[in-house]
C-alpha cells in the first residue's frame, strides 16, 4: 500500500484558508486519496475522497494532479473548531487494508 | 442508528489480566477493523476482518487476538495485559465487497490503562 507523507503540524488563524498537502509517490493506479478529520477523545471522521483533478463538499476541497503522487486538502476559510488532526490514506476499499500515518495537527488561532 | 459502538468506553488492567473490548456496527458493513491509537500519535491497524468468517494480522497484531462473531460484532482479546498495550482502541467498519471506496467509519474508542 500507498506510503504518505504529511507535515506534522500547521498553525492557521480564524477565516484563513488552509491547505494541507500530502505526498504519496508510489501511488497504484487504482487508489483512491481519502482524508479523515479526528478531534481529541473522538474516533476519525471522513472528510473528503477523490481519485483526480479535483473534488469538493460542503466542508472541504480536495486537489489532486495529474501524476496524483500528491494531494491537497483545501479547508476554506477555518474557524477554532477546526483545530484537529487531518490524516491522508491511500488505498483502495477493496484492499481491506487501511494505514494511518501521523497525520497534521492543525491549530488554528482567534 | 447507532453506527460503532464500542464498549467499555474506559478499563484499567493489572499486569497479565485478560480482557475482551467488544465492537458493534448497524450499517451491515461486511469489513471491520481494530486500530490503536497512543499519545500523540497516529492510528495503528492491529488487526482486521474483510468479511464474516475471516481475519487478518494488521501492523501491529502481537499480544492481540479477534474474533469475528458475526457480521456485526468484532471482538479484541488481550490474553495478558502489558503495560505497552495502554492505549486508545479504535474499532471502524466500512462497507466493501462491490462498493468501492466507502469510508471507514470509526466508534468513539476505548480507553485502556495497563498497570
Known amino acids: 500500500l500507498a506510503k504518505t507523507t504529511q507535515p506534522i503540524s500547521m498553525d492557521s488563524y480564524e477565516g484563513q484558508e488552509v491547505n494541507i498537502t500530502c505526498s504519496h509517490n508510489?501511488?497504484?493506479?487504482?487508489?483512491?486519496i481519502t482524508w479523515y478529520q479526528q478531534f481529541p477523545s473522538q474516533g476519525p471522521r471522513f472528510i473528503i475522497q477523490?481519485?483526480?483533478t479535483k473534488v469538493t463538499n460542503e466542508v472541504a476541497s480536495l486537489f489532486i494532479p495529474a501524476d496524483r503522487k500528491s494531494s491537497t486538502l483545501s479547508l476554506p476559510r477555518v474557524s477554532l473548531s477546526d483545530t484537529a488532526v487531518y490524516y491522508c490514506?491511500?488505498?483502495?476499499?477493496?484492499?481491506?487494508?487501511?494505514?494511518f500515518g501521523s497525520g497534521t495537527k492543525l491549530n488554528v488561532k482567534p | 442508528n447507532a453506527g460503532v459502538t464500542q464498549t467499555p468506553k474506559f478499563q484499567v488492567l493489572k499486569t497479565g489480566q485478560s480482557m475482551t473490548l467488544q465492537c458493534a456496527q448497524d450499517?451491515?458493513?461486511?469489513?471491520m477493523y481494530w486500530y490503536r491509537q497512543d499519545p500523540g500519535m497516529g492510528l495503528r491497524l492491529i488487526y482486521y476482518?474483510?468479511?464474516?468468517?475471516?481475519?487478518d494480522k494488521g501492523e501491529v497484531p502481537n499480544g492481540y487476538n479477534v474474533s469475528r462473531l458475526n457480521k456485526r460484532e468484532f471482538s479484541l482479546r488481550l490474553e495478558s495485559a502489558a503495560p505497552s498495550q495502554t492505549s486508545v482502541y479504535f474499532c471502524?467498519?466500512?462497507?466493501?465487497?462491490?462498493?468501492?471506496?466507502?469510508?471507514?467509519?470509526f466508534g468513539n474508542g476505548t480507553r485502556l490503562t495497563v498497570t
Open positions: 471502524a467498519s466500512t462497507s466493501s465487497l462491490g462498493q468501492n471506496n466507502s469510508p471507514l467509519h
Open positions: 508510489n501511488i497504484a493506479t487504482n487508489d483512491y
Open positions: 477523490g481519485y483526480k
Open positions: 490514506l491511500v488505498g483502495l476499499n477493496n484492499f481491506n487494508k487501511f494505514y
Open positions: 450499517m451491515n458493513h461486511n469489513s
Open positions: 476482518s474483510a468479511s464474516e468468517g475471516t481475519t
